[in-house]
């Protein structure tokens, strides 16, 4: 028994369960968008925290993670179990192929499970939809809940697109609105000064991009699974 699942948001830097392998790569047809309520974790039903979700655009990529899961039929059932509790505000699984970096016509893998949410407010409670992009900065920058703040989800995110070389420029315009939000823009270039950078590797970026500046992410930042 083997299942492959593909993360793109806190799957990236936190897994939280047991798995086999992982490959950096992207998706196609596929982009995020921070339409999606949480209550849970980094918001309450009453201020709900705004996480990122998955779009159909035709012709754009995704980058992230996948992780495999082999080793019998009670490890992939309790990985699963996992991550539908861990992934509870979205209402639907997608199957997708999966390609590693310079591939581009074959996938590499296909039938890669990735969690995903119907864009549907009448049918899925959680959604929140689109927003202008200063009322989202706004409500990420002021929720919290009981596993911390919103606005560290997308700080951590922004630096772990960072981490595998592959930024997003929606999370980079986000995080830097939130930023405003938080009155932290003028605290430097976290990317080009390395005292002020978190732990982890840097990787040059290689998919191409608009030329965005990343100012400094706050010093303490909690994880967790949302």
Request: include cysteine; proline fraction near 6%.
């Amino acid at each position: 028994m083997v299942f492959w699942v593909f993360g793109y948001g806190s799957l990236v830097w936190n897994p939280g369960f047991e798995y086999d392998e992982k490959i950096i790569g992207y998706i196609k047809d596929y982009h995020r968008v921070f339409d999606l309520a949480c209550i849970d974790h980094r918001g309450t039903p009453e201020h709900p925290a705004r996480t990122c979700t998955l779009e159909y655009k035709e012709g754009a990529i995704c980058w992230g993670a996948v992780y495999c899961v082999r080793g019998g039929e009670e490890k992939e059932r309790l990985a699963m179990k996992y991550l539908e509790n861990r992934e509870c505000e979205y209402d639907k699984k997608t199957t997708v192929d999966f390609f590693k970096e310079g591939e581009t016509d074959e996938p590499t893998l296909s039938e890669v499970i990735v969690f995903t949410s119907t864009p549907d407010k009448e049918s899925n409670k959680y959604y929140l939809g689109p927003a202008p992009l200063e009322e989202m900065a706004r409500q990420i920058a002021t929720a919290f809940g009981p596993c911390g703040n919103n606005r560290d989800y997308i700080f951590v995110l922004e630096k772990a697109m960072f981490d595998i070389g592959h930024e997003d420029d929606m999370v980079i315009e986000l995080a830097n609105e939130v930023r405003k939000v938080l009155g932290i823009m003028d605290l430097g270039a976290w990317k080009e000064n390395s005292s002020n950078r978190l732990t982890g590797p840097s990787l040059k970026p290689k998919s191409p991009m608009s030329p965005h500046k990343l100012l400094h992410l706050p010093e303490a930042i909690a994880l967790d699974t949302k």
